[in-house]
Structure formats: structure tokens, C-alpha cells
Nanobody, 117 residues
Framework: VQLQASGGGLVQAGDSLRLSCAAS????????MGWFRQAPGKEREFVAA????????AYSGFAKGRFTISRDAAKNTVYLQMNSLKPEDTAGYYC???????????WGPGTQVTVSS
């Protein structure tokens, strides 16, 4: 499984961004997909996940109400729509994949999101 995230950038507080993660995998539908982020000097933290069916999602507390995860099975792509961005959202954002509910085994290179105040 190969993952490639894109869509990061420099924005102002209150702006929106949509991150994309393209997956190179034989059967995209077999994987649950997630987004994580890591700010300088901090540990990587969970942002959101969407299950293989696309019918169930999970969000961290800071993401609820502002971020939306979705997937397009036809494009083997998962998205993270981020609205009302805050400076504390500044981080490298990484997508990940896992089969079932085991460990997040597959990771792509991150895409940087910087939110200025």
C-alpha cells in the first residue's frame, strides 16, 4: 500500500483546506483510512478515520464540527476537509491505512498545513 497526501499549504485563521490522500492499492475497499497530524515537538495524534464502507467515521475532539473525512472508492482517495482552521492546527498531516481494526500499518509522507493568526 502506497499513500500520497497533498493539499497542504499556508492559510490564515478561519480559512479552509482540503487534503487528499491517493492510495495505490489493489483493493482500496479493504482498508480503513485515517488522518493523523504531528506538530513540531509533539507526538503524532489522531485526527479522523473512515471505515472501509465509507459509512462510519470517527473524529478526535478537536476535529469534530470542523473537519470532515470522506472517501472516493472510484478514485482510491480519501479526503480531509478542514474548516475554520486555527493556528493550533498547524502540523504535518499524514494519511494512514489499516486492514480491519488492527494497527495503522501503512503511512505516506505528510503534507504541511500552516495556519497563521
Amino acid at each position: 500500500v502506497q499513500l500520497q497526501a497533498s493539499g497542504g499549504g499556508l492559510v490564515q485563521a478561519g480559512d479552509s483546506l482540503r487534503l487528499s490522500c491517493a492510495a495505490s492499492v489493489a483493493s482500496f475497499r479493504d482498508y480503513n483510512m485515517g488522518w493523523f497530524r504531528q506538530a513540531p515537538g509533539k507526538e503524532r495524534e489522531f485526527v479522523a478515520a473512515i471505515f472501509w464502507s465509507g459509512k462510519s467515521e470517527a473524529y478526535s475532539g478537536f476535529a469534530k464540527g470542523r473537519f470532515t473525512i470522506s472517501r472516493d472508492a472510484a478514485k482510491n482517495t480519501v479526503y480531509l476537509q478542514m474548516n475554520s482552521l486555527k493556528p493550533e492546527d498547524t502540523a504535518g498531516y499524514y494519511c494512514s491505512a489499516r486492514a480491519g481494526i488492527g494497527a495503522w500499518l501503512y503511512w505516506g509522507p505528510g503534507t504541511q498545513v500552516t495556519v497563521s493568526s
